[in-house]
C-alpha cells in the first residue's frame, strides 16, 4: 500500500525492468531520479513480491497514516550514528548511511 502513484506504477506496471535495461533511463531518455533509494527498494521487491495498492494519502487510512509518520521520524536521521548490536566477533555494527 502507497500514497505514491508513482511508487506503485513503477511496481505494477514494471517500470524498473525498463529502467534497469536502459541503463536507468527513463521514458525521456532521461536519468531516473533517486536511484540509490530506488535499487535497494527494488531488490527487496524481487526478494519479497509484495503487491502494491495505491490510496489517498492523508485520508485516515490507519496503516498509512502510520507509515507517513514513521518515514516522517526515519528521515530526520541521524544516519552517522552506529547500529544498534554488534558484529559476529564482537566489534560494533556499521554506522548506518541510508533509510534502507
Known amino acids: ?23 536507468w533511463k527513463n521514458s525521456k531518455k532521461e536519468p531516473v531520479a533517486n536511484t540509490d533509494l530506488w535499487k535497494p527498494l527494488i531488490e527487496v521487491v524481487q526478494r519479497t513480491q509484495p503487491s502494491f495498492r495505491w490510496v489517498k494519502g492523508h485520508s485516515g487510512d490507519r496503516m ?5 509518520r ?4 526515519a528521515a530526520k536521521g541521524p ?22
Not at 498509512?64 to 507517513?68: C, G, S
Not at 544516519?79 to 533509510?99: H, I, K, N, T, V
Open 70 to 73: 514513521l518515514a516522517v521520524e
Open 1 to 23: 500500500m502507497s500514497d505514491s502513484t508513482y511508487v506503485v506504477n513503477c511496481f505494477r506496471d514494471r517500470w524498473w525492468v525498463r529502467w534497469q535495461q536502459n541503463g
Open 64 to 68: 498509512n497514516d502510520l507509515v507517513d
Open 79 to 100: 544516519f552517522d550514528q552506529p547500529r544498534p548490536g554488534a558484529g559476529p566477533d564482537g566489534s560494533a555494527a556499521p554506522a548506518q548511511d541510508s533509510l534502507f
